[in-house]
């Protein structure tokens, strides 16, 4: 398999995080390993995980296995939101890191927002264990407009990503919006909407014009916006497959027709963890 070239990154509050990673949800054991160790061989510098996914073994083992080297690679975990409160979230930290096998991750999110635990002391913690070392970065998953704009009012240390569901058949306009306010990146999960992107005609119909497939068309959507994409895939062509988005550009009319696919309702996961009925 060829490898990909490398791949450009966003800025956001301090942070340089690779437009493309892999996610590893649902991937345990042998496969999730194996596809780690060859993602990194083929050219990916970013892997998302999650205390929650129960692969942090598997993906510390991949990434050892890749024979790349630590500094390279961009590695995200997630803090699953019972264990906010201050003390939990430092052990689940160092729990993280003892089964992934590093001394630190690049990026450590808040999974979900808890809203049994107060976010001053969540993020009070947050902040702690980034100053600690254990982590370089920090940031939020599944934040809705009005969480981000008090996560960013009571962290004292630069949040640089809010983690979200994004894709063309989701209208995530205003978290995004709210995200750029703030200096943070959009990090978009189910950026191919768990494969139905495949089976869109408006997708498969402009990739047809450039030689690409619909899901690279609907990735490349993503990262000409600069947000950054984690799909996740078990099999080894498609690792190629959802790499190669960084040699062709959307026109303007293409990345607007693409726009007119977006649904208020176009959701796929499950919001119920977050506590919240309302997104934004
Ligand atoms: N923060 C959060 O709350 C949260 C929530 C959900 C997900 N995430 C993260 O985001 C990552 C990605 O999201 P996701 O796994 O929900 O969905 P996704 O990446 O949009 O889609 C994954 C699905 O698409 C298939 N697929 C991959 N590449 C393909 C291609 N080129 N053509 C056709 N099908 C393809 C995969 O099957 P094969 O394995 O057969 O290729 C898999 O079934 C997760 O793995 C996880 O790391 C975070």
């Not at 301090?14 to 054991?29: F, V």
């Not at 959009?186 to 909407?193: D, L, R």
Request: with cysteine; net charge positive; glycine share 8%.
């Amino acid at each position: 398999m060829s490898t990909v070239g490398s791949i450009p990154g966003v800025t956001a509050n301090g942070a340089k995080i690779p437009l493309l990673g892999l996610g590893t949800w649902d991937l345990r054991g042998r496969t999730c390993a194996h596809i780690v160790e060859a993602a990194l061989r083929l050219g990916y510098r970013h892997i998302d995980t999650a205390e929650m996914y129960d692969n942090e073994r598997d993906v510390g083992e991949g990434l050892h296995a890749s024979g790349v080297k630590r500094a390279d690679v961009f590695v995200t975990t997630k803090v699953w939101p019972s264990h906010f409160a201050p003390r939990e979230l430092e052990r689940a930290v160092r729990e993280s890191l003892a089964r992934l096998r590093v001394r630190q991750v690049d990026l450590l999110l808040l999974h979900w927002p808890n809203p049994q635990i107060p976010l001053r002391d969540t993020l009070g913690a947050l902040c702690k264990v980034k100053r600690d070392g254990l982590t370089r970065h920090i940031g939020v998953s599944n934040f809705t407009v009005k969480l981000v704009a008090e996560a960013v009012q009571v962290a004292t240390e630069p949040l640089v990503c809010n983690q979200v569901e994004c894709h063309p058949f989701l209208d995530q306009s205003k978290v995004i919006a709210a995200c750029r306010k703030h200096g943070m990146a959009v990090v978009a999960y189910s950026p191919i909407a768990r494969g139905s992107a495949r089976n869109d005609k408006v997708l498969a119909r402009i990739g047809t014009a450039h030689g690409k497939s619909a899901p690279q068309v609907c990735l490349r959507f993503l990262v000409q916006q600069d947000i950054v994409v984690i799909p996740r895939t078990s099999k080894e062509q498609r690792l190629s497959e959802n790499a190669a988005i960084f040699d062709f550009s959307l026109s303007a009319g293409e990345m607007a027709e693409i726009a007119q696919l977006a649904r208020r309702d176009g959701r796929l996961v499950d919001w119920s963890y977050s506590g919240s009925a309302q997104w934004d």
